[in-house]
């Protein structure tokens, strides 16, 4: 893959308000800057809102606020020029799609322009594959989509997002249904592809270990609103972790770095 | 880092490889797409010949070519009967069928149609309004009235559809229910006009509900070859974006597809030939269901290639069923929206049977 020009953005998130017709589901919600070749990751229990703040900062859903990335405001973006400069992939691929992976990569870089660049069919072909080679699935190519199994989706899903090679990438628990080699690797390739191309990625995960392991600053998100946030040592703390996730657990600082989370418990009403 | 290989595959090819196998792909499906025209025009030239009056098929043909070659009587009967009918056959196949592959996409449903939600339906009533109430306007010819009344119901329909379709928080899946239910209010409408109408009219109606291309002139088949010619290049320009909608909503939009949009003009297109051909034939079952999964068996759902496809499938499907309607009791002219049930009833079957298979 060709080298791409590092970017100096930051994206800035400040008193973002969204939710749907009958529910708020963030108020006035600010962010801490993400820098450009930085992995943050958003975590949080179920229904946080963590989904619902991504497809906001993608343009997929009415919010106020601001949003600004360089000094670009996103907010009030048409889809396509949001579409330039950030990618979403959501949390499921569809089922019973007749088309094959490389098919489904092609489209993905034809729906739109990316930048200033707008491919010929023969460009985002080579591109796809290219992608493919480096997410590891090149063998699934000309593989239907409809054939692979849930970690396999996964992978597809993700260089479908990847292959446009965005300046801001979110992407919704993007490894959930991976195997532990497989998890392993896409953090390192996402790792990789930040710091190459000076992206910024924002991911949601579950795993608080992996997450710790990868990211430069956690979001932890709690009923719609910041809980704790910083470097994965300051974010992720038995305060925190009980407050947020309502569990007992010991976070032990390793002598190789990282952290090491030992959940112990569920907090029971008295303990809190 | 070993990616698992698949059980049987070669050994890991390379990107260069890959491209080839998918050009080589691409190769097959351009010459499958070729392969269904030449399809569409032998079934074409098969449809022109048959018929029930006592023209060998190199009269017919070589009158085609030169209507000189022919005696007056045998010419009238090559140009004013054979040659609308049949093109009107490949027309009405060609444009029910685009436009039930759009609705699939659009509408993320693979059972949506014309004729499944309900455009044919309301064509049906519009027809059957203009016929029983004997209504006229001023400058416009009396055998033009039947197909007008029922293209503005077929578009009133599709409108219909199109304003649950952009309403907030509409689900696709609003959209099909609402469609289902003007099938089934439409077809109670026309089932009581029919029991109030007069002997003629009925007649008439009856014609409408079986739909038939016999009556098709000229002036029909450069209309609805106006139409089509109009809306298929739209529809080609947005093929990447169709393909793109096939893998999720969010998705698209994502990469930068106004959803809406497409829906919006994706619907507009659906509407023009949908109601333009029911308008003309009457309603002709399952063409619109039929052609674009014929199609997408074939070829997937890359719309490059499905959208041409769907329109060669529907085209040779009408042919064949125009050719069936005049061969299976000779000398007897059947409705060809019998014939296209027919055909039509197994292959349904068939896709509802092949659907749980999906995990
Ligand atoms: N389409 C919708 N319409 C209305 N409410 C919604 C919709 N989608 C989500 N919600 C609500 O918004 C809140 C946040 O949901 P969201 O999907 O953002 O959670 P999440 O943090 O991504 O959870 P998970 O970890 O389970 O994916 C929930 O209370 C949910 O019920
Ligand atoms: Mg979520």
């Known amino acids: ?272 | 880092m070993h990616a698992q290989p698949r059980a049987g595959a070669q050994p890991a090819a390379t990107a260069e490889e890959v491209l080839a196998q998918y050009r080589r792909l691409v190769g097959r499906r351009i010459a499958i797409v070729a392969g269904l025209a030449l399809a569409c025009i032998a079934a074409f030239a098969l449809d022109l010949v048959t018929g029930p009056s006592a023209l060998t098929a190199m009269q017919v043909l070589g009158g085609v070519i030169s209507p000189d070659s022919l005696t007056p009587p045998q010419a009238a009967i090559v140009w004013q009967v054979r040659l609308p009918y049949a093109l009107i056959a490949v027309l009405v196949g060609a444009a029910l069928s685009l436009a039930g592959a759009e609705m699939q996409t659009i509408l993320n449903n693979p059972l949506a149609s014309p004729f499944t939600l309900g455009v044919s339906s309301a064509a049906s009533f519009g027809a059957a309004l203009a016929i029983v109430s004997g209504i006229s306007l001023p400058f416009i010819p009396v055998d033009w009235m039947v197909p007008l009344n029922a293209f503005a119901f077929a578009f009133g329909s599709v409108l219909l559809l199109q304003l649950m379709a952009s309403r907030r928080g509409a689900g696709v899946e609003t959209v099909v229910l609402l469609g289902i239910a003007l099938v089934f209010a439409f077809n109670a409408l026309v089932a009581l006009m029919q029991f109030v109408s007069s002997q003629e009219a009925l007649q008439q109606l009856v014609f409408w509900s079986m739909g038939s291309l016999s009556r098709a002139t000229w002036g029909n088949v450069w209309v609805l070859g106006l139409v089509l010619l109009l809306v298929t290049p739209f529809s080609m320009l947005a093929a990447g974006r169709l393909t793109s909608l096939r893998l999720g909503e969010d998705r698209a939009r994502s990469f930068g597809v106004d959803v809406g949009r497409l829906r919006f003009m994706a619907l507009l297109r659906v509407s023009l030939l949908a109601a333009t051909s029911v308008a003309f034939v009457g309603t002709i079952g399952f063409i619109g269901l039929v052609g674009p999964h014929m199609a997408r068996l074939l070829l997937g759902e890359d719309h490059r290639f499905l959208l041409p496809a769907s329109v060669l499938c529907g085209a040779l499907i009408m042919s064949l069923a125009s050719a069936a309607s005049k061969a299976i009791v000779p000398g007897v002219l059947m409705p060809v929206g019998i014939v296209t049930a027919i055909v039509g009833v197994p292959v349904f079957l068939f896709l509802i049977f092949r659907r749980p298979e999906r995990s």
């Open chain 1, 1 to 272: 893959m060709e080298a791409t020009a590092v970017r100096e953005d930051s994206l800035q998130v400040s008193h973002l308000s969204t939710g749907y017709s009958d529910r708020k589901v963030i108020q006035d919600l600010d962010l801490p800057v993400f820098r450009a070749g930085e992995v943050h990751s958003l975590v949080g229990p179920n229904a946080a809102g963590k989904s619902t703040l991504m497809r906001a900062l993608a343009g997929l859903q009415k919010a106020t606020g601001s949003v600004r990335l360089g000094g670009q405001e996103l907010i009030g973006l048409s889809l396509a020029e949001h579409a330039r400069r950030v990618t979403y992939m959501p949390q499921t691929l569809p089922q019973g799609v007749a088309l094959s992976v490389l098919e489904s990569l092609v489209a993905a870089l034809r729906a739109s322009a990316i930048g200033e660049r707008s491919e010929s069919h023969d460009a985002a072909e080579r591109r796809a594959v290219a992608v493919l080679e480096r997410v590891g699935i090149l063998h699934l190519a000309l593989e239907g989509l409809d054939h692979l199994s849930g970690g396999q989706r996964q992978l597809v899903s993700l260089a479908q997002a990847l292959a446009r090679e965005p300046r801001v990438l979110l992407l919704d628990e993007p490894i959930s249904a991976l195997d532990l080699h497989h998890q392993l690797r896409v953090m390192r390739l996402v790792h990789d592809l930040a710091r190459e191309r000076g992206m910024i990625v924002l991911m949601v995960l579950h795993d608080l270990q992996i997450a710790a392991r990868w990211s430069d600053g956690i979001v932890m998100l709690s009923r719609g609103a910041v809980s704790a946030t910083g470097k994965p040592a300051e974010a992720i703390t038995p305060e925190a972790l009980a407050r947020v996730y309502g569990v007992q657990a010991r976070v032990e600082h390793c002598s190789r770095g990282g952290l090491q989370i030992m959940v112990d418990d569920v907090v029971t009403a008295d303990a809190m």
